[in-house]
């Protein structure tokens, strides 16, 4: 029987949100961060192993979207980004103590639902398991098998902190959606060459207009 999986998706405060974006972004920094996360969301939701997205956030512009998208929203207690995540793994473990957790950051604006598929396949082989984001120094994606202990190490050099703590790696081809996370104005033109969400690419369009 395939394993069903519970997805962590931690939004911060949208004033605090894609910072490194502001001075290309400008005023439609809060509606991209917005966008971005309702993108990444709408995949997760698309993508056919996931029972159920859990968002974790303090912010009700933010938290209104996605919860209309069909995300379980549930507060940040605001005391850091694994704390959020535990958070909502308390919250999954609740809900579906027989389904697996996994962790994904809120900034994948390309975010394809069979790219996602793969890995939480390749991730159900083993206790715990990682994705690392495109430069290989972050993490894009941190999941455990039911009942085994959820212990994320976000933020930073995450990459070398889940390997330090046992989890395996998912090196596999064709995860460049799930690896491409947004934090600069490259990252994003990046993540426009694999091809963004409906919803990403609306704020993108009037933000750059094309020629």
């Not at 395996?168 to 491409?180: A, F, I, T, V």
């Amino acid at each position: 029987m395939s394993i069903r999986w519970s997805l962590v998706i931690p939004v911060k405060t949208l004033i605090a949100a894609k910072t490194r974006m502001a001075a290309a972004a400008g005023p439609y920094r809060t509606r991209l961060a917005v966008a971005v996360a309702c993108d990444t969301v709408a995949a997760a939701l698309a993508c056919p192993p996931v029972a159920r997205v859990i968002v974790v956030t303090a912010d009700p512009a933010a938290a209104g979207p996605l919860a209309a998208l069909g995300a379980d929203v549930v507060p940040d207690p605001d005391r850091g980004l694994n704390t959020a995540l535990r958070t909502g793994a308390a919250h999954a473990a609740r809900v579906a103590p027989d389904d697996a957790v996994g962790a994904l950051q809120a900034d994948l604006p390309a975010l394809r639902p069979a790219e996602l598929a793969a890995a939480l396949e390749a991730a159900a082989e083993f206790d715990q398991a990682f994705v690392p984001d495109a430069l290989d120094v972050g993490t894009t994606f941190y999941g455990v098998r039911p009942e085994r202990p959820f212990m994320p190490g976000f933020g930073g050099e995450s990459r070398a902190r889940h390997l330090a703590a046992g989890a395996k790696e998912l090196c596999l081809p064709g995860l460049d959606s799930l690896r491409r996370d947004v934090d600069t104005p490259d990252d994003l033109r990046a993540a426009m060459a694999l091809g963004l969400g409906a919803h990403t690419a609306a704020v993108v369009r009037e933000l750059w207009p094309p020629a």
